[in-house]
C-alpha cells in the first residue's frame, strides 16, 4: 500500500474527493495556472454518461441518476431511483491548496465518482456550487472565499456518506498514473486518522487529509476496492 501513497493525483471533492501524495520528483512549476477554454473541460453526452456509471458496479449505477457537465453546469442526463449520483469531476474539485492543487485548472482530469444518498445530499451540493463559481469565470480565490461561506450555510455533513471511484477510465493525472487505484471513499467529519488506523503500516486506509484552511470541513479516508466497476481485478491496490 504505502507504495501507492506517494502517487499524486487530484482530489474530487477536495475531498473528489481523493489526493494521495505528491509524486516523487514532480515538476512544482504549476502548468495550469488558468482556467483553459470551456470546450476543453466539456465531453460527448453519450460518453459522459457511459464514463459516470463505470464509477461504480452496474448493480448500483445502472439504477443511479447520471449528471452531466453543460455550458451552464451539471444538468440530470438520466434521472434514477436508487437515490445515488454518478458525475464526472472535473479539475476544480482539487484542494485549493497543497498537494494535487495544481490539478485545479487541468482540463484533461476526468473522475468519474459515484455517491451514495448521503453523500449526494451533503457532498454534491459543493460540487454544484464550485462549478458554478468556475463557470461564472471566478478566480481560484473567488471560489474558495465563495465555497467557505456557502458550507456555512449548508446543513453539516449526512453520517454515513460515501462514493465509489472504480471506473478503469479516471483521468487524475498527468504523471503517467492516470487511473491510480479502484477505491471507496468515505466523508467525515474532521477528526484524527488514527481513530480509523489510516495510514499504518498493512492498513488498508488512507487519509486524505485536508490543508489548513480549507473552506470545506471534511475528511476523506480511501479504501482500496481491489477489483474495478467491471468486475476485474485491480490488484495495485494492495501492494
Same mark, same amino acid.
Given at each position: 500500500? +504505502?507504495?501507492?501513497?506517494?502517487?499524486?493525483?487530484?482530489?474530487?471533492?477536495?475531498?473528489?474527493?481523493?489526493?494521495?501524495?505528491?509524486? +516523487?520528483?514532480?515538476?512544482?512549476?504549476?502548468?495550469?495556472?488558468? /482556467?483553459?477554454?470551456?470546450?476543453?473541460?466539456?465531453?460527448?453526452?453519450?460518453?459522459?454518461?457511459?464514463?459516470?456509471?463505470?464509477?461504480?458496479? =452496474?448493480?448500483?449505477?445502472?439504477?443511479?441518476?447520471?449528471?452531466?457537465?453543460?455550458?451552464?453546469?451539471?444538468?440530470?442526463?438520466?434521472?434514477?431511483?436508487?437515490?445515488?449520483?454518478?458525475?464526472?469531476?472535473?479539475?476544480?474539485?482539487?484542494?485549493?491548496?497543497?498537494?494535487?492543487?495544481?490539478?485545479?485548472?487541468?482540463?484533461?482530469?476526468?473522475?468519474?465518482?459515484?455517491?451514495?444518498?448521503?453523500?449526494?445530499?451533503?457532498?454534491?451540493?459543493?460540487?454544484?456550487?464550485?462549478? =458554478? /463559481?468556475?463557470?461564472?469565470?471566478?478566480?481560484?480565490?473567488?471560489?474558495?472565499?465563495?465555497?467557505?461561506?456557502?458550507?456555512?450555510?449548508?446543513?453539516?455533513?449526512?453520517?454515513?456518506?460515501?462514493?465509489? /471511484?472504480?471506473?478503469?477510465?479516471?483521468?487524475?493525472?498527468? =504523471?503517467? +498514473?492516470?487511473?491510480?487505484?479502484? +477505491?471507496?471513499?468515505?466523508?467525515?467529519?474532521?477528526?484524527?486518522?488514527?481513530?480509523?488506523?489510516?495510514?499504518?503500516?498493512?492498513?488498508?486506509?488512507?487519509?486524505?487529509?485536508?490543508?489548513?484552511?480549507?473552506?470545506?470541513?471534511?475528511?476523506?479516508? /480511501?479504501?482500496?476496492?481491489?477489483?474495478?466497476?467491471?468486475?476485474?481485478?485491480?490488484?495495485?491496490?494492495?501492494?
Amino acid at each position: 500500500m +504505502h507504495g501507492n501513497r506517494s502517487i499524486a493525483i487530484v482530489c474530487f471533492i477536495f475531498v473528489a474527493f481523493s489526493t494521495p501524495r505528491r509524486m +516523487h520528483g514532480q515538476d512544482s512549476k504549476n502548468p495550469y495556472p488558468n /482556467m483553459a477554454p470551456l470546450e476543453q473541460y466539456l465531453m460527448d453526452r453519450n460518453k459522459e454518461i457511459a464514463l459516470a456509471r463505470s464509477a461504480a458496479p =452496474e448493480s448500483i449505477s445502472a439504477d443511479a441518476t447520471i449528471v452531466v457537465l453543460g455550458r451552464q453546469g451539471y444538468e440530470t442526463a438520466v434521472q434514477g431511483k436508487n437515490g445515488f449520483v454518478c458525475v464526472v469531476d472535473r479539475g476544480w474539485m482539487s484542494p485549493f491548496a497543497g498537494d494535487g492543487s495544481e490539478n485545479f485548472w487541468n482540463p484533461k482530469l476526468r473522475g468519474p465518482t459515484c455517491y451514495n444518498p448521503p453523500a449526494a445530499r451533503s457532498i454534491l451540493p459543493i460540487m454544484y456550487k464550485r462549478t =458554478e /463559481m468556475v463557470l461564472a469565470g471566478q478566480s481560484k480565490a473567488q471560489i474558495m472565499d465563495g465555497v467557505k461561506t456557502f458550507v456555512k450555510r449548508e446543513p453539516p455533513l449526512e453520517p454515513g456518506a460515501m462514493s465509489y /471511484m472504480m471506473s478503469k477510465d479516471q483521468y487524475l493525472s498527468d =504523471e503517467g +498514473h492516470h487511473h491510480w487505484i479502484a +477505491h471507496l471513499m468515505f466523508y467525515t467529519p474532521l477528526m484524527e486518522g488514527a481513530l480509523w488506523g489510516a495510514d499504518l503500516p498493512n492498513s488498508p486506509v488512507m487519509l486524505n487529509p485536508q490543508f489548513k484552511g480549507a473552506p470545506e470541513p471534511i475528511d476523506v479516508f /480511501m479504501v482500496p476496492a481491489g477489483m474495478w466497476s467491471d468486475g476485474t481485478p485491480d490488484p495495485v491496490g494492495f501492494k
